[in-house]
């Protein structure tokens, strides 16, 4: 294992690292580190671990960011033994944040702008600014990948969009499901000139009329792209609801057309259009309630032992065990050893 440091603040070039070399000069210059002329200012040092590398820098570096997570682990918080060090005095650092990409986070606490290089991941890059609490924009990332910045953008405008929506539109929808009883809601997005006008007498036969209907053309656009309904459903799984589907189905605005059938009876034909649906439950499973279901089912039991033994036993040296149901055995008092007395072969009559 490589033993990397990085001094991020005055330092000597006199000053030696782990393995007895010196710092060159030009490292202190790429690292951003001043000249030696400051370098009979002392300053605290301390060393962060991270996926193995170690990474020396001045805990002013982090301070300077008081809203940053480095910055609340050694500002005040660290005299009350809040942030506390290994047995070698060293901090590390969480899991699943690898040294390529510790050492973007430094350069923004350096100047400010995370300089994503080639070769790093800009999704992981974003993840280890949601954990340290690292603002995570345009105005902060550099990165030649433009894709892959404008996707996590896109990610976070979309969950920001779909907070109101859910709010505004899809909220009140499951409340009016709620208030009829249901466990769970389907929702259908229809466009703002979208007409629904269905034959009162012959309805379509799949049970559209218990969906609940929002009319909303911007809900509609945002629907239209995978990654947006990707970024719903993550949403909607940490507000607590379960069994997500969001998708596109054919949805019946107006009868086209009737057919007559053999025998007076007529069929109504329908116009369908591909709108998105949501689907939600706030159950632990869909169409069962979370209380114990119970089930009353034919009783199995043996009201006559004697006929039961001239039936003979079910297998050899087995006897009959009387069966009861389950809602009898729960609701019934609690079940008393009870002898029974068999008749021996000496004493039964031939």
């Not at 294992?1 to 202190?28: I, W």
């Not at 218990?210 to 911007?218: A, D, V």
Request: proline fraction near 7%.
């Amino acid at each position: 294992m490589t033993d990397r440091r990085f001094v991020s603040s005055n330092s000597s070039p006199g000053r030696r690292l782990s393995e007895g070399s010196e710092l060159p000069a030009q490292m202190e210059a790429r690292i951003g580190v001043e000249p030696s002329r400051h370098s009979t200012m002392h300053h605290e040092r301390v060393t962060l671990v991270v996926d193995g590398t170690h990474f020396v820098v001045d805990p002013a570096l982090f301070t300077a960011h008081p809203d940053t997570m480095l910055g609340r682990m050694f500002g005040p918080a660290r005299q009350h033994n809040f942030t506390r060090p290994n047995a070698k005095g060293e901090f590390e650092m969480v899991e699943g944040i690898n040294a390529s990409i510790f050492h973007v986070i430094l350069d923004y606490y350096r100047g400010g702008i995370l300089q994503c290089p080639e070769g790093v991941s800009v999704a992981e890059l974003r993840e280890a600014c949601d954990y340290l609490c690292i603002n995570f924009d345009y105005n902060t990332v550099r990165c030649r990948d433009l894709s892959a910045l404008l996707h996590e953008l896109s990610n976070d405008g979309a969950r920001r969009q779909f907070e109101g929506y859910l709010e505004e539109l899809v909220v009140p929808a499951m409340v009016s499901s709620a208030q009829e009883g249901e466990r769970e809601c389907h929702i259908v997005v229809l466009l703002d000139d979208d007409t629904v006008d269905w034959d009162h007498d012959n309805p379509p036969p799949m049970g559209e009329e218990y969906s609940q209907i929002i009319y909303s053309t911007k809900l509609y656009r945002f629907f239209k792209y995978i990654e947006n309904r990707d970024v719903a459903k993550a949403l909607l799984k940490e507000r607590g609801l379960k069994n997500i589907r969001i998708g596109i189905e054919g949805y019946p605005t107006c009868k086209e057309k009737v057919k007559r059938r053999p025998g007076g009876r007529s069929e109504v034909i329908y116009n369908y259009v591909q709108r998105p649906f949501i689907h939600m439950s706030w159950e632990k499973e869909e169409g069962k309630s979370r209380h114990v279901d119970f089930q009353c089912v034919r009783s199995k039991s043996v009201p006559n032992l004697t006929a039961a033994m001239a039936e003979g036993p079910t297998r050899s040296g087995a006897t009959p065990t009387p069966q009861v149901d389950e809602l009898d055995r729960l609701n019934g008092p609690s079940p008393q050893p009870t002898a029974v007395f068999m008749p021996s072969n000496e004493s039964r009559d031939v």
